[in-house]
């Protein structure tokens, strides 16, 4: 015969069973959701690192693109610089190589060269006034007035000092200073800055 002691013991038995196993079903859906969250926290860590080594790359190759940029800018304007260096020591020398041309034989021929250029330049005028260095008043006075007379002989003429500024060569102005024609070697030279700058860059191969 059953007691209500064994139906006790039995009853005790059945409900600590169903606690244990709803204890365990807890503890187990407690680990499950733990796992997830770490799961998921890990996915969020991992992205998140992703995204700062990705925009840190991004910031080193923009800061590194900077900072090339910079120095291909810095190093073309040094270049630029030391081009128009060259440039102006190249035509200081050639002014110099200009002004002992003058003191040659083969100036004068240059100089009459020049007078049938600017007179050339001036047709159908009725007077001009010609310009030219103090020395080449005195040293080719007489070729400067033969030359005027083969290229301008029905032409009124007048001739004046200029500065030595013009090397050699000499300039024309019609009497009303409303026409100009040169022909010096100052002149020549500027006309030949762009052919040297040109030649002083593909030097330096700017």
């Not at 969250?37 to 998140?48: H, L, W």
Request: net charge positive; hydrophobic share 35%; charged share 35%.
């Amino acid at each position: 015969m059953i007691t209500i002691k064994d139906k006790l013991n039995l009853f005790s038995g059945i409900v600590l069973e169903k606690a244990e196993k709803e204890a365990a079903e807890k503890i187990e859906k407690a680990f499950r959701s733990i796992e997830e969250k770490t799961a998921n926290e890990k996915r969020r860590i991992d992205e998140e690192c992703k995204r700062i080594v990705e925009d840190s790359a991004k910031k080193a190759q923009a800061e590194y693109t900077r900072i090339v940029s910079k120095a291909k800018q810095e190093s073309k304007q040094k270049l630029l610089a030391k081009r128009n260096e060259l440039l102006e020591r190249t035509i200081a020398d050639l002014r110099v190589l200009a002004a002992s041309f003058t003191e040659t034989k083969a100036y004068a021929s240059f100089l009459k060269k020049s007078i049938y250029r600017v007179v050339d330049g001036m047709k159908d005028e009725k007077e001009l006034k010609l310009y030219f260095t103090s020395r080449d008043l005195k040293a080719y006075q007489e070729l400067i007035r033969q030359s005027l007379g083969t290229a301008a002989p029905d032409t009124a003429y007048t001739l004046h000092e200029v500065g030595d500024g013009i090397l050699g060569g000499c300039i024309c102005v019609n009497g009303k200073g409303t026409r100009k024609a040169e022909h010096t070697l100052a002149s020549l030279l500027e006309d030949s800055r762009e052919i040297i700058g040109q030649t002083v860059t593909d030097y330096l191969q700017i």
